[in-house]
């Protein structure tokens, strides 16, 4: 059974940062890829970022250049950083854990509150 849990969620004004966690148990962490999501109200969850078990990364194109993903294999833990934050990054934001298939999740953390308001 794999658990992930997230933290570092919070209120930020626009234009400020985060640094979003999540920790891994209960697998092998090194093996696979990790993602991060997001869903916003009345919208569909949407791939922000993701890394490989090789740490190659792609990110959606709204948040290219402003997100960073990255990954502790030692600590089991994934980040995501997310700078130059806009209203429109307001969601909650969930971590996955890769699948034997990529580009699919098999396991979710229960997700992190992220809201970007003035």
């Known amino acids: 059974q794999v658990q992930l849990v997230e933290s570092g969620g919070g209120l930020v004004q626009p234009g400020g940062s985060l640094r979003l966690s999540c920790a891994a148990s209960?697998?092998?962490?090194?093996?696979?890829?990790m993602g991060w999501y997001r869903q916003a109200p009345g919208k569909q969850r949407e791939l922000v970022a993701q890394i490989t078990s090789a740490g190659s990364t792609n990110y959606a194109d709204s948040v290219k250049g402003r997100f960073t993903i990255s990954r502790d294999n030692g600590k089991n833990t994934v980040y995501l950083q997310m700078n130059s934050l806009r209203p429109e990054d307001t969601a909650v934001y969930y971590c996955a854990k890769g699948s034997a298939t990529w580009g699919k999740f098999d396991y979710w953390g229960q997700g992190t509150q992220v809201t970007v308001s003035s």
């Open positions: 209960g697998s092998i962490f090194s093996r696979y890829a």
